[in-house]
């Protein structure tokens, strides 16, 4: 039962270009959303958020979209540079229930 | 410096084995994790303390047993290890059990058990 489903596992973008990376949830009830990124052995990093209140949060490069009709949130990096080149976790929070669901992540990898 | 902490890194042991996993952090976080990314890449969480409290315990097998001294360790004992057990552990924190903190993840242990 994937309530947060990221269903590209990976992504190959150009240095400059505009990167995307796609989320969908199933939970109406979810009221909070994270991206992260992880590079190879280390921890997830927060990188934005967004509440359900609003549709788009940006942050420098980074902007997040949520539509919330559609179930779908996205991730824009702009522009993109090989240091981006990581996997990015979608995550979800639902107040009443305390836990974060993770989607299975989306490898970016931007060439230079 | 380092925020959230976890040892050992990697865990090497064999089935039936009893083993720990330690994770500290030194945020001043109210709020501690352990999540579990198996070979599909999910993170899943197992269980979540809030001010030494368990605030989330998740469908996992009795052999797993969180333990929190105090706020800032959360600890994990895995009893009668078993081969599926093997995955990377990470710990994480956040300021408290609100979604919109962002958590802290310590680098993770990789556990395998042959």
């Keep these: 039962d994937q309530q947060v489903k990221q269903n590209s596992p990976s992504l190959s973008v150009q240095e400059g270009r505009i990167s995307i990376l796609n989320c969908d949830y199933t939970n109406s ?8 990124k992880k590079y190879p052995a280390e921890g997830p990093t927060f990188l934005i958020s967004i509440s359900s209140i609003k549709d788009k949060n940006e942050d420098g490069r980074f902007t997040v979209f949520l539509n919330k009709s559609a179930k779908h949130l996205s991730l824009h990096i702009v522009p993109s540079q090989p240091g981006d080149s990581a996997v990015y976790f979608c995550a979800a929070f639902n107040t009443g229930g305390f836990k974060t669901i993770f989607g299975a992540g989306t490898r970016l990898f931007v060439k230079a | ?36 990314q198996d070979s599909k890449k999910f993170l899943k969480i197992m269980f979540s303390y809030n001010n030494k409290e368990l605030i989330i315990n998740e469908t996992v097998p009795n052999r797993f047993s969180p333990k929190s001294p105090d706020k800032a360790h959360l600890n994990l004992h895995i ?7 093997s995955a990377v552990y990470f ?18 242990t990789r556990l395998t058990v042959t």
């Excluded at chain 2, 990697?10 to 089935?15: A, F, G, I, R, S």
Aim: aromatic share 18%; with cysteine; proline share 3%.
């Design chain 2, 1 to 36: 410096d380092t925020a959230v902490s976890q040892t050992p890194k990697y865990l090497v042991t064999q089935m039936g084995n009893d083993k720990s996993i330690k994770c500290e952090q030194n945020l001043g976080h109210d709020t501690m994790y352990w999540y579990k």
């Design chain 2, 91 to 108: 710990c994480a924190s956040s300021r408290d059990r609100g979604g919109n903190y962002e958590q802290y993840f310590g680098p993770g």
């Design chain 2, 79 to 85: 009893n009668s290890l078993e081969l599926g057990d």
């Design chain 1, 29 to 36: 009830m979810f009221d909070y959303f994270l991206w992260y």
